[in-house]
C-alpha cells in the first residue's frame, strides 16, 4: 500500500485505536493479526487521508484537552493546548457559584473543562453552529454526566444570549483575517472557516465581544470580578488592547503561551484589583502589562 507522505507508527496506531474500538496493548499484543476486507478498505481510506495531510483529530474523532478525552468532528476547531490557560485561570478566579460563559464554544471544550472542574459554576457556552452545539451536548453528557448544569444556547455571539448576569467571559473567536497565510497551512486547511476567520480584518469579532460586554457592563449584567478574557492571535495583543480601551475596559494582562507568544488578553469591567491581578499572573507562564 502506497501512501504520499509517511504516516507514522504510532499514528497508524492511534488510527487502529480508533478504528477498532481496541486499546494500544490489544493491538501491539495482536500485531498479526489480518483485519477483514472491510477494515483493512477503511484503514487504507484512513491513511490515505492522513498521508494527505489531514489531522488526527479528525480521523480519529477525539482530542484530549485539560486532562479530558473530547469527541471531535470537522464542524469544529480542533482543541489546542494555548487555550488551556483560559481554563486554568478561569478556575482560580471564578468565584464560588458565579456564572460564566463561553462564546463560540465549538465542541465544548472550554466550558466543558471548566464545569468539570467547577461544579458549583452557573455555566452557559454558546455557538452560532447548530452542529457545534450538538457535538458540545454529546461531550457534556459523556463528560459531565446525565443531569449536568451546562446549558447550551445558539447565538451569534451576545445577540441571543439571555439577559443574565456573568462574572466571567471567556471566547476563543475567529482571529484571522480571509487572506491570512496560515489558512492554507497544516491542520487550518481542513478546520472550519467559521471558526477561523471572521471575514473582516481577524478582529471584529473579537471587537463584537467587547463591545457586547462593555453594553452589559452599563445594564449591571457583569460583576465581580468582572473579566474578559480572549484568545487571539500571537500578533494581535497590542491591537486586542486598543480595542479594549476604546470599549472603555480596563486591561490587566496579555498571557504568552508555551512558545511565548502573547495569546490571551485579559480585560475587566472595572479596575481590577492587585489579589486579582496576581491570582491571573501566578497561572501564566509568561505575561505582559503593556508597561515594559
Not at 464545569?115 to 455557538?127: S, T, W, Y
Not at 487550518?188 to 471572521?198: G, H, I, K, S, V
Request: with cysteine; hydrophobic share 45%.
Amino acid at each position: 500500500m502506497r501512501t504520499e507522505q509517511r504516516v507514522s507508527r504510532l499514528e497508524r496506531l492511534m488510527l487502529l485505536e480508533a478504528l477498532l474500538g481496541k486499546p494500544r496493548e490489544y493491538l501491539i499484543a495482536h500485531d498479526e493479526d489480518i483485519l477483514d476486507e472491510t477494515c483493512l478498505r477503511a484503514f487504507e481510506t484512513l491513511l490515505q487521508k492522513r498521508s494527505a495531510g489531514h489531522p488526527m483529530a479528525y480521523l480519529t474523532g477525539s482530542r484530549e484537552f485539560f486532562g479530558l478525552r473530547f469527541a471531535i468532528n470537522d464542524q469544529v476547531l480542533i482543541p489546542r493546548p494555548e487555550t488551556e490557560w483560559l481554563v486554568q485561570a478561569a478556575i482560580r478566579i471564578l468565584p464560588e457559584e458565579a456564572s460564566a460563559i463561553d462564546l463560540g464554544t465549538g465542541s465544548g471544550a472550554i466550558a466543558i473543562a471548566l464545569a468539570f472542574h467547577r461544579p458549583d459554576a452557573k455555566l452557559i457556552a454558546a455557538d452560532i453552529s447548530q452542529s457545534a452545539l450538538t457535538l458540545a451536548e454529546h461531550n457534556a453528557g459523556r463528560l459531565l454526566g446525565p443531569g449536568h448544569p451546562l446549558q447550551f444556547c445558539k447565538s451569534n455571539w451576545w445577540a441571543s444570549i439571555p439577559m443574565v448576569p456573568f462574572a466571567l467571559v471567556l471566547s476563543n473567536p475567529p482571529y484571522l483575517a480571509p487572506d491570512d497565510p496560515h489558512l492554507g497551512q497544516g491542520d487550518l486547511r481542513f478546520e472550519p472557516r467559521l471558526a477561523l476567520r471572521d471575514e473582516h480584518d481577524g478582529l471584529r469579532a473579537i471587537e463584537t465581544i467587547m463591545m457586547g460586554f462593555a453594553q452589559r457592563s452599563a445594564l449591571g449584567l457583569i460583576t465581580d470580578p468582572g473579566v474578559l478574557m480572549i484568545e487571539h492571535g500571537y500578533q494581535q495583543a497590542d491591537a486586542v488592547r486598543g480595542l479594549g480601551k476604546a470599549q472603555g475596559l480596563f486591561f490587566m494582562l496579555s498571557a504568552s503561551d508555551a512558545a511565548g507568544h502573547l495569546r490571551v488578553t485579559c480585560l475587566s469591567h472595572s479596575k481590577p484589583h492587585a489579589p486579582l491581578l496576581e491570582a491571573l499572573k501566578h497561572e501564566c507562564l509568561t505575561w505582559s502589562s503593556g508597561t515594559a
